[in-house]
């Protein structure tokens, strides 16, 4: 069975860069029919797809968030990451990992809990 | 401002039938896959329809999607108290919208 587990500091300052780490386990981050993705929730607001990444490095990124958007793939360590350079309070959110499996649902089946990143100096 | 556009909220009594519509555009709902999700309070989002109308292993026949143009609806049959909590739909997105785009979401309401 397919875990997600995100990791990375619940606190950022303005201006700085939000970085994030997926760590999946019960399957393999290089499966070729899975994508990789982080999908974002304000407090008290709707979801938000920020981009996702194939294990071969392809990505696909929210224009909106595209400029300041990186996410990567550590296939030795079966992890995936999200950088969010040039942070504002308006990055305040619960930043989820998920996984979509092409073969499968076709969709985000799998999330991770979600954790709470704050913007503040 | 979403992509595709929700009723914020729905309500209804229990056993009744309730339906939550999703209204998008060519390059979304028009043209490809609907999906809908479930998020109950403070929990990460569960699929809940993948492909128009299809449910995922686990997921009770109370739930059903349908689709037609460019507007997609998740209907909830005999409904439970459990069932209170918010509903997002999601699509492909051709456009500059992105890949993947939400609703902004609708929240249910059990009476």
């Known amino acids: 069975q397919l875990q997600l587990q995100e990791s990375g500091p619940g606190l950022v300052k303005p201006s700085e860069t939000l970085s994030l780490t997926c760590t999946v386990s019960g399957g393999s981050i290089s499966s070729s029919s899975y994508y990789w993705g982080w999908i974002r929730q304000p407090p008290g607001k709707g979801l938000e797809w920020i981009g996702s990444?194939?294990?071969?490095?392809?990505?696909y990124y929210n224009p909106s968030l595209k400029s300041r958007v990186t996410i990567s793939v550590d296939t030795s360590k079966n992890q995936f990451s999200l950088k969010l350079s040039s942070v504002t309070a308006a990055d305040t959110a619960v930043y989820y990992c998920a996984s979509y499996d092409s073969s499968g649902y076709d969709a985000f089946d799998i999330w991770g809990q979600g954790t709470m990143v704050t913007v503040s100096s | 401002q979403s992509v595709l556009t929700q009723p914020p909220s729905a309500s209804g009594t229990p056993g009744q039938r309730v339906t939550i519509s999703c209204s998008g555009s060519s390059s979304n709902i028009g043209s490809n896959y609907v999906y809908w999700y479930q998020q109950l309070p403070g929990t990460a989002p569960k699929l809940l329809i993948y492909?128009?109308?299809q449910r995922p292993s686990g997921v009770p026949d109370r739930f059903s999607g349908s689709k037609s143009g460019t507007s997609a609806s998740l209907a909830i049959s005999g409904l439970r108290s459990e069932d209170e909590a918010d509903y997002y739909c999601?699509?492909?997105?051709?456009?500059?919208?992105?890949?993947?785009?939400f609703g902004g979401g609708t929240k249910l309401t059990v009476l």
């Open positions: 999601a699509a492909w997105d051709d456009s500059l919208s992105g890949p993947w785009v």
């Open positions: 492909r128009n109308n």
């Open positions: 990444i194939y294990y071969s490095g392809s990505t």
